[in-house]
């Protein structure tokens, strides 16, 4: 019921207060609530580790934290912010059914209330925070229009989708249609990736594209073949 960004504010004021190493009943006195058991501070503690940015016992913070906080590469901020979203479980499964859509709050909340048996008021809650969060994670565009790692255009869907082909669909203005390019990954054609997206892009788009591709892809590292050198010599 707290979103990613109060959890981020949650987790700086810790770090900015020194507070990682204090006892529980310290630390809620640290930071404004009356003890452990306040309710918005144990939902602020709670959701701070769901999304990975305090470890599971007291409030140290994760690396995650840190990336967002004092990050060492162009990419880690946005990066920490995709992984924290992403470390819900139920957010996934959230993100994969909407990939590609534009959101509706309400209907999110018809879905939670039906999947985890909670009551109208508090899934309207929680579907709030899950939208937000991902507002504040970068996954949605200026329409609300979810990214997702499989998601499809809704208005072209492709009809040479193959199995297994990663999809990237970017936002459109009003008089814009999406084109389709296709980069094929070997030899045989088996493997593709997909880009609907708009005539043109701007650098910063094409920067958080990047950025967005290179956390939703898992990248294998090859093989070594053993069996020793294979180099011939007289």
Known sequence: M??????IQ??????????ETVSMPDLAKGLGYANPTSTPFYRRMVASRLFKLLTAQGAELTKLALDYLKPDTEEAKARALSESVSSIPGYLKLVEKHGGKRLNVAIIANGMARDFGLTDD??????KAF???LK???FLDGNDTLFGASAQSSKKPDPQKLPGSPVVVLPQTADEDLETYYLTLDARKNRRV??????SVTQ???????DWLSFQLLVEQPQL???GDTTSGN
């Open 194 to 199: 997909i880009v609907q997206a708009p005539p």
């Open 204 to 210: 910063q788009e094409l920067k958080r594209i990047q």
């Open 131 to 133: 939208y937000a969060s």
């Open 225 to 227: 073949k053993s069996g």
């Open 136 to 138: 504040f994670g970068g």
């Open 122 to 127: 508090c899934a309207s809650s929680c579907a």
């Open 2 to 7: 707290i979103d990613l960004a109060e959890s």
């Open 10 to 19: 949650f987790v700086t004021a810790i770090h900015e207060k020194g507070l």
